[in-house]
């Protein structure tokens, strides 16, 4: 399966799959849906880091990533000590994104 770079950051694989309703796809299929959305909560994460800090910030952020992409949970948890309500924020987000992927999973089956 997909490792899940964001840690806490967001729900496990097997929630995912849970949440989603995924459990009757293939392993190859989990594999590619949790991909998806492993790159796609990623780049929400860093669209809405970027939203909340500095340009310093965001080119040190730039930077980690580039030597280690898996970092991104530990670069959050460090920037949220430095900017109050980050970390809310991201939650937000992320929790606001599943709503719509469900909705949207949701109306493909009918």
Do not use: W
Not at 55 to 68: F, H, S, T, V, Y
């Amino acid at each position: 399966m997909v490792e899940n770079k964001q840690n806490d950051l967001v729900p496990s694989q097997d929630e995912l799959l849970s949440y989603f309703n995924l459990a009757h796809l293939s392993d190859e299929q989990k594999n590619e849906v949790l991909q998806g959305m492993t790159e796609h909560f990623s780049d929400l994460i860093i669209d809405t880091l970027l939203d909340s800090i500095s340009e310093q910030q965001a080119r040190d952020l730039e930077n980690a990533l580039q030597m280690d992409p898996v970092s991104l949970s530990q670069k959050v948890q460090e920037l949220s000590s430095h900017i109050p309500g980050l970390n809310a924020k991201i939650q937000i987000t992320i929790a606001r994104e599943l709503e719509v992927l469900k909705t949207g999973f949701e109306q493909i089956k009918k």
